[in-house]
């Protein structure tokens, strides 16, 4: 317990700039979070670079479940950023679930391959094993929405994603599960149940400015912790994301109130 009777809770920090200063120093250990977003706002430069930061600066191992593309393209692309994700791998501390390419129907070379890429339980039982095997204590699934639409009855849909995350939390996995957002919309995921089996709802969205487009993130929510209110510039540079920092460091334009 620390001042003013407030429970010291562990924190996890991403390690991507800007961002673990938004909510006290980071996630809160054992959670899962959603990360939503239209098409090209980053969610997954953002996933990835919160487990590489885990293995790279923190220690820990993570486990990346792929619904939306090949692991093939999912290295290729973020080589650009300087992360060697199979050198991870072999070295025993990160893990990537093939989880696409039996949705298209494509043989996979995968060490892992799910292939049932629509099924939860399936899913929890690749994650557990994973995890037994190297220990690991992050984990970023992406995506949800391609689970959603198999399910399609929204009671469906906030019961198997509940059993994901609560699984998730229980053998001490600390998640950001990604959700696609359609572009321009105003709702915080994309079936509207998806931040309801969350500890908290982080939002990445762009708007028009004049003739430039501005990137911006928004803590929806998190609970157990005293996060930011603001909406704060964020780009993608040569290293990952950055978000420029607290409100108050930027000019008023740039910083919208939610």
């Not at 906030?158 to 059993?163: C, G, H, I, S």
């Amino acid at each position: 317990m620390g001042q003013n009777g407030k429970l010291n809770l562990e924190r996890v920090p991403t390690g991507i700039e800007g961002f673990d200063e938004l909510c006290e120093k980071g996630l809160l250990r054992n959670r899962s979070y959603l990360l939503s977003g239209s098409t090209g706002t980053g969610k997954t430069i953002f996933g990835i670079q919160y487990l590489y930061n885990g293995i790279t600066k923190y220690g820990e191992k993570g486990i990346y479940i792929a619904t939306e593309e090949r692991p093939d393209q999912l290295r290729e692309n973020v080589l650009e950023f300087g992360w060697d994700l199979e050198a991870l791998e072999n070295e025993g501390k990160l893990a990537i679930v093939d989880a696409c390419s039996a949705k298209i129907g494509i043989p996979s070379h995968e060490k892992y391959v799910d292939m049932r890429p629509f099924d939860i339980g399936s899913i929890v039982d690749q994650i557990i094993e994973i995890q037994n095997r190297i220990g690991a204590k992050r984990a970023v699934v992406d995506s949800t929405t391609s689970i959603g639409y198999h399910l399609l009855d929204s009671t469906k849909i906030r019961l198997e994603l509940l059993k994901l995350s609560t699984t998730l939390e229980i053998i001490g996995l600390t998640s950001i599960l990604t959700c696609e957002l359609l572009e321009g919309a105003i709702e915080n995921s994309r079936f509207g149940i998806e931040q309801f089996v969350a500890e908290g709802v982080i939002k990445l969205s762009t708007k028009q400015v004049d003739n430039i487009y501005l990137s911006n993130i928004t803590i929806i929510k998190m609970r157990g912790s005293n996060h930011s209110k603001q909406v704060h510039p964020y780009e993608i540079t040569s290293k990952g994301i950055k978000i420029g920092g607290k409100a108050k460091d930027f000019p008023t334009q740039l910083c919208f109130k939610v």
